[in-house]
């Protein structure tokens, strides 16, 4: 089993800045790509950001200039500092992971992997 918590969310004013974290835990070998998807009242779900382990960085066009996504490996977390806000970033924010571990097969796979999701709230 492999967990993902995230945390950080909260209301803020447009103009103002949040920082989500997202530790992911369980029975993981590596990591490949971690990052952030965000859903709106009544919208689909869209990538906000995501990294690899190396550290290539992906950004919607909508958030670039604005937010800065970051991981630590050694910890399997992964961060979105969101800076600027507006108040059409208000969504749930989803940490989502690719893992690869030991599958029901007893062969390494790739699974992905979702957060419980953070309310990112922005005032304007």
């Known amino acids: 089993q492999v967990q993902l918590v995230e945390s950080g969310g909260g209301l803020v004013q447009a103009g103002g800045s949040l920082r989500l974290s997202c530790a992911a835990s369980g029975d993981i070998f590596s990591i490949n790509t971690m990052g952030w998807y965000r859903q709106a009242p009544g919208k689909q779900r869209e990538l906000v950001a995501d990294i690899t382990n190396g550290g290539s960085t992906n950004f919607a066009d909508f958030v670039k200039g604005r937010f800065t996504i970051s991981r630590d490996n050694g910890k399997n977390t992964v961060y979105l500092q969101m800076d600027s806000l507006r108040p059409e970033d208000t969504a749930v924010y989803y940490c989502?992971?690719?893992?690869?571990?030991?599958?029901?097969?007893?062969?390494?796979?790739?699974?992905?992997?979702w957060g419980q999701g953070t309310q990112v709230t922005v005032s304007s």
């Open positions: 989502y992971a690719d893992v690869l571990r030991l599958g029901p097969t007893k062969r390494m796979a790739q699974y992905g992997y």
